[in-house]
């Protein structure tokens, strides 16, 4: 099932939200890219971000929230946009990308090994997966869940 997602409510933040997908993008050193595929792309930020590193390739950007997937079309007519879950439709993608990037989306999705199998399967010869997946086991909420774990009162009805 998708998750309901709310792209107005996403780029509330829309800078310091793609600002980690600026930062991703520009480490990847292709030439001339010919296919790219932005696996979680949202509302487009990331996939609009990939068209301005690479602007003469050609861009897909996938994601499991049929919300996000029209919000991006509305704003990047331009560029392609389709719904995929990732956890199961990989393998009706191509095999010939030149780079599969990620931002903050496989951190969603179960079973890593198998997905990162599957994301590189999508990648041709000498192509380029780049995937970043926010830390955030710092962030106040990880730090209670972690305090509250190994609190004698609270422990036992988490472990």
Excluded at 133 to 142: K, R
């Amino acid at each position: 099932m998708a998750a309901e997602w709310d792209s107005g409510q996403y780029l509330k933040f829309e800078k310091e939200r793609t600002q980690p997908a600026v930062d991703l993008a520009r480490k990847i050193q292709v030439k001339a890219p010919k296919k790219i595929v932005d696996i979680g792309c949202g509302p487009g930020n990331s996939t609009a971000v990939l068209r301005e590193q690479f602007p003469d390739s050609y861009l897909l950007g996938v994601d499991n929230s049929p919300q996000m997937v029209v919000s991006a079309k509305e704003k990047y007519p331009d560029l392609d946009f389709s719904i995929c879950d990732i956890s199961q439709d990989l393998c009706e993608m191509d095999t010939d990308f030149d780079i599969v990037f990620s931002n903050a989306c496989i951190q969603w999705v179960p079973d890593h090994p198998k997905i990162i199998k599957s994301l590189m399967g999508l990648l041709k010869k000498g192509g380029v997966l780049a995937i970043q997946i926010p830390v955030t086991f710092d962030e106040p909420i990880h730090q209670s869940l972690a305090e509250i774990s190994t609190n004698e009162k609270w422990g036992v009805f988490l472990s």
